[in-house]
Antibody
Framework: EVELVESGGGLVQPGRSLRLSCAGS????????MNWVRQVSGKGLEWISF????????YYADSVKGRFTISRDNAKNSLYLQMNSLRAEDTAIYYC???????????????????WGQGTLVTVSS | EIVLTQSPGTLSLSPGERVTLSCRAS???????LAWYQQKPGQAPRLLIY???NRATGIPDRFSGSGSGTDFTLTISRLEPEDCAVYYC????????FGQGTKLEIK
């Protein structure tokens, strides 16, 4: 069974840093692209970062570019999000998300989010 | 950036009814790159549909997806009480973005 378990969330002051981790199990972690998605309480979903399976292709949402860094350690089946210069508006639940891949009638479909962790809450407040 | 607009914002229906949720894109999206998720209170989102019309593993066949271009639909053929949730559409063709969600309440 695929499992993604986030950790590292908590209360942090504005301007400080926090590092989130995500441990994957039940699948070959090194074969899958991974993402971080966040959700402000009671609001919608916001994609914030992508990393390919090798770790050499990375993208960020404009809202976090230059402040957040995504990385992975395939030997440890782990995904990370280093968050610097945190702001109040970064307060949210952060989800670790795996991208799915399927062949449908000879066509490869990928990029959808097939497995989500339970999320870790980050609160930025003084 | 492709903006996804979902409608209605909220709807309330009775068990057994048929429901259709809409997702409209600001520009054309390949049907290969459209997904739907269900999120119940206190839980992470769960994948329902990918590639516009393909059910994810373990999803009941009362859930179906359709559409192309800028208009996509999630249909629940016979509402069950456990379908009470917020539903999000998601496009992942190049960039990625989510709709704002439709809240489905069961009477």
């Amino acid at each position: 069974e695929v499992e993604l378990v986030e950790s590292g969330g908590g209360l942090v002051q504005p301007g400080r840093s926090l590092r989130l981790s995500c441990a994957g199990s039940g699948f070959t972690f090194s074969s899958y692209e991974m993402n971080w998605v966040r959700q402000v309480s009671g609001k919608g979903l916001e994609w914030i970062s992508f990393i390919n399976h090798k770790g050499n292709s990375i993208y960020y949402a404009d809202s976090v570019k230059g402040r957040f860094t995504i990385s992975r350690d395939n030997a440890k089946n782990s995904l990370y999000l280093q968050m610097n210069s945190l702001r109040a508006e970064d307060t949210a639940i952060y989800y670790c998300v795996r991208e799915g891949v399927s062949m449908v009638r000879g066509v490869m479909i990928n990029g959808y989010f097939d497995h989500w962790g339970q999320g870790t809450l980050v609160t930025v407040s003084s | 950036e492709i903006v996804l607009t979902q409608s209605p914002g909220t709807l309330s229906l009775s068990p057994g009814e048929r429901v259709t949720l809409s997702c409209r894109a600001s520009q054309s999206v390949s049907s290969t790159f459209l997904a739907w998720y269900q999120q119940k209170p206190g839980q992470a989102p769960r994948l329902l549909i990918y590639g516009a019309s393909n059910r994810a593993t373990g999803i009941p066949d009362r859930f179906s997806g359709s559409g192309s271009g800028t208009d996509f639909t999630l249909t629940i053929s016979r509402l069950e009480p456990e379908d009470c949730a917020v539903y999000y559409c998601h496009q992942y063709g190049g960039s990625t973005s989510f709709g704002q969600g439709t809240k489905l309440e069961i009477k």
